[in-house]
């Protein structure tokens, strides 16, 4: 007498335990299922498929489910191809079990070679030996090298009619075009929050177990729309709870803050509350939470405030419970954009700091501290509207010019460009300069240096206003003293150069004193001069507080603008109206 089989059963998980059978278990893909329910219903079944999406939303799984329904004979044998599988003829069961002889599935991460593409090439000519057609699954299939793919094309053109080949890829990018132009495509979507709670209550009831909408809204949220890891981490909190699962135990075993308090903290951080954020955190790390998770989280909070500020039907999300949804319309009625999206940005940079440095907790307390004092800055348009009544300072003369011209350019118009197109050898024509007319006068030597810089001479120009110190000008005639580093040839250069543009004689000489400043000097003297008037300003002084870092360096100044005397402008009274509210000067610092 044999004894009683006492081993136990091999569990098995709920991703392969209530994986579907056939397209009415596929939640979330509605427009493929109508699509293929079509197609059979009419025979306009594809010869190749390719099914892509993020992982655990159902590929593979869509594939065995085409190859059962093409290959399906119904309960009575009798059947032919079907959207709706029985499940029980000898078909469906081989397949289901994998073990079916007509239908191959082959893993493209491990067997990416030409070789292995020559095997299919190969048997393809063959028929099915007991299936109605011969099915050939390739999973991963971006992973094929470039000779595996350029062998498969012909036979994926024009295959054999009881032959159809079923892809699945989440690269779908990687796959070469020539190969997407010879299939059907489905992409398969994320599965929806509301959908994967309510799959996940109907799996954890049948299975008996009694688990809280929060944690499988919890669950859902981790899952980011795959079915498989959702039920994985389903799988992984029955275990953790023993029957019966609570938002505390889900949250502990995903090494999660509680979202309430990760709200808090988000408060604390937005009104500045530096030492009441950093108590926040340091009780959420002693009670397991990890650093990381908690700046994710701040992050993810932000990013779905932000949301509801521009559209307040975002609020409505399903895997966030009441309470938190009329807290989150009430910060962002509250909040400024700027603000949030200055938040968002450190919170990205405090998660690249947090997962490089030696100490987590450290670096993550750093963030909430630059984070809380930066929500202190006054904005831009509160700071400009609290500066515009203060008395403005008393203009500080311009220096001096110590040589001729240096001062106020009394600019004459540059002399017309006009040019003659001598011929080429081959029929061209090359555009040159004309001469300027021999009467053309130049009254000061910045007329000079204007002719110069519209004949773009570059080199000649910035040699003149670096390292020549004018001395004594007249038209035709110019004396100065070179610095020290200046070309030796510079004078001779000048005089040609003149007079090859106005085709008159230009005597050009060098003495040995008596010189001023350069043109550069000058400019140089003036710019000292604006910025020191710039940084003395109440508004300058004002983000000097802010940002001690600022220095003269970081300043730009420009050439102030002769206005046109007839015309008028209006101040601007609000640069808030004038630029929008997200007008920021300090932007010029970025």
Known sequence: MSEPDTAPRQYQVLARKYRPASFSDLIGQEAMVRTLSNAFATNRIAHAFILTGVRGVGKTTTARIVAKGLNCTGADGQGGPTIAPCGQCEACVSIAEGRHVDVLE?????????????????????????????????????????????????????????????????????????????????????IEPEVMIAHLAGIAGKEGVEIEEAALAMIARAAEGSVRDALSLLDQAIAHGQGRVDATQVRAMLGLADRGRVMDLFDMVMRGDAAGALQELSAQYAEGADPVSVLRDLAEVTHWVSLVKITPEAAEDPTVSPAERDRGRAMA?????????????????ALEEVSTAPSPMMAAEMAIIRMTHV????????????????????????????????????????????????????????????????????????????????????????????????????????????????????????????????????????????????????????????????????????????????????????????????????????????????????????
């Open 106 to 190: 082959m893993d493209a991460a491990s067997r990416t070679g030409v070789g292995d593409i020559r095997e299919i090439i190969d048997s393809v000519r063959y028929r099915a030996t007991s299936a109605r057609y011969k099915v050939y699954i390739i999973d991963e299939v971006h992973m094929l090298s470039t000779s595996a793919f350029n062998a498969l094309l012909k036979t994926l053109e024009e295959p054999p009619e009881h032959v159809k080949f079923l892809f699945a890829t989440t690269e779908i990018r990687k796959v070469p075009v020539t190969v997407l132009s010879r299939c059907q495509r489905f992409d398969l979507r994320r």
């Open 375 to 590: 929500s202190e800055l006054p904005t831009p348009g509160d700071l400009v509207r609290k500066l515009q009544d203060a008395p403005p300072l008393p203009q500080a003369h311009a220096p001096q010019a110590s040589a001729p011209g240096a001062g106020p350019r009394a600019r004459q118009a540059a002399p017309p460009r006009a040019t003659h197109a001598p011929a080429v050898p081959g029929g061209a024509a090359v555009a040159q300069p004309a001469p300027v007319a021999a009467s053309a006068t130049y009254p000061d030597f910045d007329a000079v240096v204007d002719l110069i810089r519209a004949r773009r001479d570059m080199r000649l120009l910035v040699e003149v206003e670096n390292h020549l110190r004018l001395v004594h000008y007249a038209p035709g005639r110019i004396e100065f003293q070179p610095t020290g580093d200046a070309p030796s040839d510079l004078a001779a250069r000048l005089s040609r150069q003149l007079q090859a543009w106005t085709d008159m004689r230009w005597g050009v000489s060098v003495v040995s004193d008596g010189g001023g400043e350069t043109i550069a000097e000058t400019r140089a003297a003036r710019r000292t001069d604006m910025v020191g008037q710039a940084m003395r300003h109440p508004m300058m002084q004002a983000v000097l507080a802010s940002f001690p870092g600022v220095t003269d360096a970081h300043v730009s100044v420009h050439e102030p603008v002769q206005a046109d005397p007839g015309a008028t402008q209006a101040p601007i009274e609000d640069p808030a109206e004038e630029f929008g509210e997200d007008w920021d000067p300090l932007d010029a610092f970025d």
């Open 333 to 349: 009625a509250d909040l400024s954009l700027r603000g949030l999206t200055r938040m968002w940005q450190m919170c990205l940079k």
